[in-house]
Nanobody, 123 residues
Framework: QVQLVESGGGLVQAGGSLRLSCAASGRTFSNAGMGWFRQAPGKEREFVAAISWSTGNTYYAKSVKGRFTISRDNAKNTVYLQMNSLKPEDTAVYYC????????????????WGQGTQVTVSS
């Protein structure tokens, strides 16, 4: 089993920044890739960003590319999501995800989910 614990959400004004963290524990070697997804009220959970544990290569949704940066610290088994130039439409619960695929771009790729952290961007 793998446990994922997110932190760093909160309330921020449009144009501001937040950094989310996701600490992984347990059988972390079973995760080839990590990622972030988000779910706004009344909407389906959607892909935000993904990273390969081994190479650090990244992949982003078009809606966040150039504003968000995903990174990882292998020694700490932690993945980060730096979110800049936040917009009200970024408001959602953000979920950390882990799985056996190198790039987790679909919810069907995910084996493990964190509990989620709320991000609210005010206009």
């Amino acid at each position: 089993q793998v446990q994922l614990v997110e932190s760093g959400g909160g309330l921020v004004q449009a144009g501001g920044s937040l950094r989310l963290s996701c600490a992984a524990s347990g059988r972390t070697f079973s995760n080839a890739g990590m990622g972030w997804f988000r779910q706004a009220p009344g909407k389906e959970r959607e892909f935000v960003a993904a990273i390969s544990w081994s190479t650090g290569n990244t992949y982003y949704a078009k809606s966040v590319k150039g504003r968000f940066t995903i990174s990882r610290d292998n020694a700490k088994n932690t993945v980060y999501l730096q979110m800049n130039s936040l917009k009200p439409e970024d408001t959602a619960v953000y979920y950390c995800a882990g799985g056996g695929r190198v790039f987790l771009t679909s919810t069907t790729d995910v084996n493990y989910w964190g509990q989620g952290t709320q991000v609210t961007v005010s206009s």
